[in-house]
């Protein structure tokens, strides 16, 4: 299942940049392993246009314990090869847009 979300600046760059590879989530999804998150940055009470899709690999389902109250997840996020283009924008290693591949240098797909 896809899921569109907002995300805010600060935290879409850190995805973008690889630094965020968490997503800290009320349950109200269902979310399930091998979901993807198509994250739509929000600011200001509008989305901006940018997006980037991440895949659900793992999910720490709150029960009280760690500070995670019951009905909130933790999902551990990861790229996959739909990545390489969304909107028509290229991310590489390093989190930087490109125009296509070619100006991109290597691009690791994990």
């Known amino acids: 299942m896809t899921h569109e979300l907002k995300i805010l600046p600060k935290y879409f760059d850190a995805v973008t940049k690889r630094e965020k590879t968490f997503e800290i989530r009320k349950n109200d999804r269902n979310y399930k392993v091998g979901d993807?998150?198509?994250l739509r940055e929000w600011y200001h009470g509008k989305y901006t246009g940018r997006r980037i899709m991440r895949y659900v690999n793992y999910i720490y389902y709150g029960d009280g314990t760690?500070?995670?109250?019951e009905?909130?997840?933790?999902?551990?996020?990861?790229?996959?090869p739909a990545e390489?283009?969304?909107?028509?924008?290229?991310?590489?290693?390093?989190?930087?847009?490109?125009?296509?591949?070619?100006?991109?240098?290597?691009?690791?797909?994990?």
């Open 71 to 80: 009905g909130v997840c933790v999902m551990n996020l990861k790229i996959s």
């Open 36 to 38: 993807s998150l198509i």
């Open 84 to 110: 390489a283009v969304l909107d028509g924008v290229t991310v590489n290693q390093y989190g930087k847009n490109c125009t296509n591949i070619t100006n991109c240098g290597t691009l690791n797909i994990i």
């Open 66 to 69: 760690y500070g995670i109250p």
